[in-house]
């Protein structure tokens, strides 16, 4: 199976080539197109749907491939289905508009997220934003769902997207599928941050990284590694968070918001909840379930990805700064942010 979009397509469909608008067809006329195919055909389309549709079908062979006919370069429909599925990828192309500088950072998950939001909010001046550059242009369509955050700092013009992904794995896979992305669709993103947590240790979390990076030409840079003209900076969340009255497993950013809240003083309000719920429950809390205590103690009645972002923004700046420098994670920020020497206060 051949899929080819983008504006020069007469020159990758022969003859037999199967030319299909999506114009005029409701989704039942697509789904029993895409059900007539084999599997050796070349189709031509500018479809979302019926992308999507093809990718899923024919996502297992490496030979069933998406063709960009602006750079000749080729996803394979594994590939294609899992941007669309993780990143709603835009796999048509064209990604034209203003060039910025411009940082991606994959984390883990939505409070992952807006956790990381709230600290380029606060640190580095960054602001909401609606108006992508062409780096960002494929996900423009993503933020009117929520999905991501898109932000961009007004005095210098430069934009950051934080992308949540579904654990190490989701972060990793992401990352991958980026990369190749970039070098398909021919657009730029000059650095990438990959947080994810240690687990097990530093070494492991870093080589999950570099053995995404190994289907790449690649060196190093002095806080990460170099692809093409991507730098991907990794972000490793590893600062325990150790209270006789929390149960700790593995670093995570949940322990970078106990810290946060043992700093600004509301982890001592909460205490003697904590110490009555463990007597009562016969164990000890686990970080999640403190942090729901914290919300409540803090009167937020809102969801934990609001009060994480929240409470970040509300939060002493040395504080802050200080947790995210012993958690070794300052620099890497700033990079991404590209204000080194900028942080606030």
Avoid: C
């Avoid at 970039?182 to 730029?188: G, L």
């Avoid at 043992?262 to 942090?291: F, Q, T, Y």
């Avoid at 002493?316 to 020497?341: D, P, S, V, Y």
């Amino acid at each position: 199976m051949r899929i080819i979009t983008g504006n020069r397509f007469e020159e990758f469909a022969d003859e037999k080539a199967i030319l299909f608008p999506e114009y005029w067809k409701n989704r039942d006329k697509l789904i029993e197109f895409a059900s007539s195919l084999r599997e050796d055909e070349t189709v031509v389309t500018s479809s979302l749907e019926v992308v999507d549709l093809l990718s899923e079908r024919f996502k297992k062979s490496e030979e069933n491939v998406l063709i960009y006919s602006d750079t000749g370069k080729a996803l394979t429909l594994k590939e294609v289905y899992e941007l669309r599925k993780y990143l709603d990828f835009d796999v048509r192309g064209g990604f034209s508009g203003e060039e910025a500088k411009t940082s991606i950072l994959f984390v883990e998950g939505k409070t992952d997220a807006k956790f990381f939001k709230a600290v380029f909010k606060k640190l580095f001046d960054f602001r909401e934003s609606r108006k992508p550059p062409r780096g960002l242009r494929f996900i423009e369509r993503v933020f009117e769902r929520d999905n991501f955050d898109l932000l961009e700092r007004e005095s210098d013009g430069v934009f950051l997207a934080v992308i949540p992904s579904e654990g190490n794995s989701g972060v990793i896979r992401n990352l991958g599928n980026f990369l190749r992305a970039i070098e398909v669709f021919d657009f730029s993103v000059e650095r990438i941050g990959v947080a994810i947590d240690i687990d097990e240790n530093r070494e492991s979390a870093l080589a999950s990284i570099t053995g995404k990076l190994s289907d790449f030409r690649h060196g190093e840079t002095a806080l990460g590694y170099l692809v093409g003209g991507t730098e991907v900076v990794p972000l490793i969340i590893g600062l325990p968070f150790e209270d006789e009255l929390v149960e700790w497993k593995k670093p995570a950013v949940e322990d970078l918001m106990l810290h946060l809240i043992a700093r600004e003083s509301l982890l001592e309000r909460i205490k003697p909840g904590i110490k009555a719920l463990n007597e009562s429950l016969g164990r000890k809390l686990k970080p999640k379930e403190v942090m729901y205590l914290a919300l409540s103690a803090y009167g937020h009645w809102g969801n934990l990805e609001g009060f994480y972002e929240l409470f970040v923004m509300r939060s002493r700046f040395r504080n802050l700064k200080a947790i995210l420098r012993e958690a070794g994670l300052m620099g890497g920020l700033q990079h991404l942010a590209w204000a080194e020497g900028r942080g606030r206060r």
